[in-house]
């Protein structure tokens, strides 16, 4: 299989999706447009990922490739390939189904719990999760259901976590590429950010809640990661 992976921001981890990609032998074409603003061509992939960055969906004056990345996502998955929006690469893909981007609307921060619809719970991807479980996240924004997708998941402060469209389309909200060591390099990576996001974060990270929240979530995000893999 080849998959097209974007990242969005100098630091990207593919972190949990990484390690399914790889375990599927899955050959990878890497861009970077927020550098050089090149996107792959329709139909050159199996499969489309899209990981976050710190911009917004709809910074456009920063960012001009964002209105064509929004549109290759919304166009692969009508062709019927695999595509995977991650925080901003859901925002992006919400954005080119027609929905509204919320701007500062949903603050979330650390490992945070997400829940399940009656959809989500019979999702092939998210059946197999608890239906309600922890994982980690990092936005402000948020985004309006699209039309035609199915909701399969939501939180007390974004109700839209997670949707799906047409075959194996998907967007996540929520970081379920992040284990306990890609949230470790951001807290390196990133101190000030994390601090005013969350202040004391960086003090009680490991010993309060690496060994509990941050362990069910490494396991709920490569159970994510695999079962999406298997779609493509």
């Known amino acids: 299989m080849r998959v097209a992976i974007i990242e969005n921001t100098r630091v990207t981890h593919h972190g949990q999706v990484g390690i399914a990609l790889h375990e599927a032998a899955a ?6 447009p927020f550098a050089d603003g090149r996107l792959p061509e329709p139909g ?8 976050g960055g710190e911009q917004s969906a709809r910074d456009d004056h920063t960012h001009p490739y964002l209105p064509a990345l929004a549109a290759l996502m919304a166009e692969s998955g009508a062709r019927g390939h695999a595509v995977l929006g991650i925080c901003l690469g859901a925002q992006l893909l919400a954005r080119g189904l027609g929905a509204e981007n919320r ?4 603050p979330e921060f650390g490992w945070c719990d997400v829940t399940l619809t009656d959809e989500g719970r019979a999702d092939p991807v998210l059946s197999h999760l608890p239906a309600t479980f922890p994982i980690f996240q990092w936005h402000s924004d948020t985004f309006t259901l699209p039309d035609g997708t199915i909701r399969l998941a939501g939180s007390g402060t ?13 967007a996540m909200q929520f970081h379920f590429e ?8 951001w807290n390196r990576q ?12 960086l003090d009680i990270h490991h010993p309060a809640h690496a ?20 779609l493509i």
């Open 211 to 230: 060994p509990v929240k941050g362990a069910a979530a490494d396991a709920v995000g490569l159970a994510i990661a695999r079962a999406w893999v298997a």
């Open 190 to 201: 990133f101190p000030d950010a994390v601090e005013r996001n969350s202040p004391g974060w």
């Open 178 to 185: 992040a284990s306990r060591a890609v949230v470790a390099d």
């Open 44 to 51: 050159s992939f199996d499969a489309l990922v899209v990981f």
């Open 27 to 32: 050959t990878i074409d890497l861009y970077k």
């Open 158 to 170: 974004a109700t839209n976590q997670s949707f799906r469209i047409h075959r194996a389309t998907y």
């Open 103 to 106: 701007l500062g609307a949903a």
